[in-house]
Each structure stands twice: as structure tokens, then as C-alpha cells.
């Protein structure tokens, strides 16, 4: 079924709250399609729990969200969305599995449970790979690669269900300078080359400021709908850091 919609993401008035504790209030913001986005915010500001409402691991208190045009609750097609979850770069993993296996689970989504894969299926596993640039890695036990490798070795799971969007939650944690640097180089080229939807958490300002199109600022509620240059306008820094909050920046 083709995608009619000229968006990836979309949420209407989102709140979520654990009991009495709200964690995300009153959010609205429309991601388009092939858009680089950047989501940050303080520790503890509702970030993993955004994430969490849109991947539909979370449902909303109230308000809504839209996947490809369709309402969430309605969306069938979960293997469009990629996800990479935090900090699996630092996990451990001492499970005898290869890379391969590791990416060749996250085709399992698109093809269903109990089918067998097709030669197409095993070609997308082997693409996936390739893009990461981790075929070279296939036979490697997942627990005896780095930080930054096991880092490309799930964004390839992601891929091998060939999304139209990917999230990554806080991708570069535990990864060296120089592999960060990659890394992001890496995210862009996937995005500019493939058009793929990217959306990550980072801590990074400078990321923010160097790389991304559009940066989405949460504390609770939206501080920031905006491209980065406003974002990195004091003002807008100090009340995403602990400031008193503001009305929502949608410039773009």
C-alpha cells in the first residue's frame, strides 16, 4: 500500500502521564517526509517517553498521533518505523549470536512470524548490511564487537525491514569521538541518499547546531519546533536547560 501522506509524524494535543506524574503535556508537531530531525531536551523531560507514544509501546492520556496519515491506533504497518534503543552500544551481549542473525530479526516484522524468508527478504538482510557497513561483520558474535560496530549492526536490523522512518534513542552513548563523527556522517548520507525519515535524542548541542534540519526541544511540553539556528539562540538554550517555560518556536 503506497504512502499518500506528506508526513511521517504527526501528534495533536499529546499528553501522557504515569498516575498523577505528567511525563509529556500538550504536544503538537508534524514531521515531514525525509526530514533529519533532532529531539532534545533535559534529562527526565519526556524524550524516551515521546518516543515510546510514537513506536505505540505507550498510549496517550490524551490527544493523538499519526503515522503516514493513518491514525496510530489503526496502523498496521509497524516495520515502516525503525528503531535503534538506547544505549545499545553499551549493553552487553554475551548470547552466542552472529550479526547476521541480529540483523536478519528485524526482517521478521515485515515478513510475519512464521513465513519464510524469499530471496528478496535475504537480499534487503544483505542490503541493510551493506549500507551500515557491516557485512563485513556477519560472522562476528555481536558480543565481541565495539561499541560503535554493535551501534551499526542494530541500525542495520532496523533497515532490513526497509522503514520509511528510523528513530534512534540517544545512538551515539558510549561511542568514541572519532566513531561519533562517522557515525553522524553516516545518519546524513542515510538521509540525503536514501530519504529515509530520521529522528534521534541527543545531548549534543553541537550536533544540533552542525547537522540536523529541524530540532524539536521537550521538557515536558514542546519548547522548540524550530531549525537549529533558533534553537541555539540563548534564550531558547536556558529555558530547554531549566529556564521557565515558553511558547512553542515553529520557526522554519
Known amino acids: 500500500m503506497p504512502i499518500n501522506s506528506a508526513y511521517c509524524i504527526e501528534a495533536d494535543g499529546l499528553t501522557f502521564a504515569f498516575d498523577q506524574n505528567i511525563a509529556v503535556e500538550d504536544v503538537s508537531f508534524k514531521i515531514a517526509m525525509g526530514q533529519y530531525v533532532g529531539l532534545i531536551g533535559p534529562n527526565g523531560g519526556g524524550k524516551t517517553t515521546l518516543i515510546k507514544l510514537i513506536l505505540g509501546l505507550l498510549t496517550p492520556t490524551s490527544g493523538s498521533i499519526r503515522l ?12 515502516l518505523i525503525g528503531y535503534v534503543p538506547q544505549s545499545v552500544s553499551q549493553s552487553d551481549y554475551y548470547f552466542p549470536a552472529a550479526s547476521h542473525e541480529i540483523v536478519r530479526s528485524g526482517r521478521t516484522a515485515r515478513v510475519g512470524l512464521f513465513r519464510r524468508f524469499t530471496k528478496a527478504d535475504n537480499a534487503a ?34 533497515l532490513a525491514g526497509e522503514p520509511q522512518a528510523l528513530i534512534l534513542d540517544e545512538p551515539a552513548v558510549g561511542v568514541d569521538t572519532a566513531s561519533k563523527e562517522r557515525f553522524y556522517e553516516f545518519l546524513h548520507d542515510l538521509n540525503k541518499n536514501s530519504g529515509i525519515t530520521i529522528l534521534f535524542v541527543t545531548h549534543d548541542l553541537g550536533v544540533i547546531a552542525n547537522e540536523v534540519e ?39
Not at 68 to 79: C, I, M
Not at 131 to 147: C, N, P, Y
Not at 233 to 249: K, M, W
Open 68 to 79: 503516514f496519515g493513518e491514525p496510530a491506533r489503526a496502523f498496521k504497518r509497524r516495520f
Open 125 to 158: 538482510i544483505e542490503q541493510a548490511m551493506a549500507t551500515a557497513g557491516v557485512a563485513d561483520l556477519k560472522d562476528r558474535l555481536i558480543g565481541t564487537l565495539s561499541g560503535g560496530q554493535r551501534q551499526r549492526v542494530f541500525i542495520a536490523r532496523a
Open 214 to 252: 529541524t530540532v524539536l526541544c521537550l521538557n515536558t511540553r514542546l519548547l522548540c519546533h524550530s531549525d537549529p539556528g533558533a534553537f541555539t539562540e540563548e534564550r531558547l538554550i536556558d529555558i530547554a536547560y531549566g529556564g521557565t517555560v515558553s511558547p512553542v518556536d515553529h520557526r522554519h
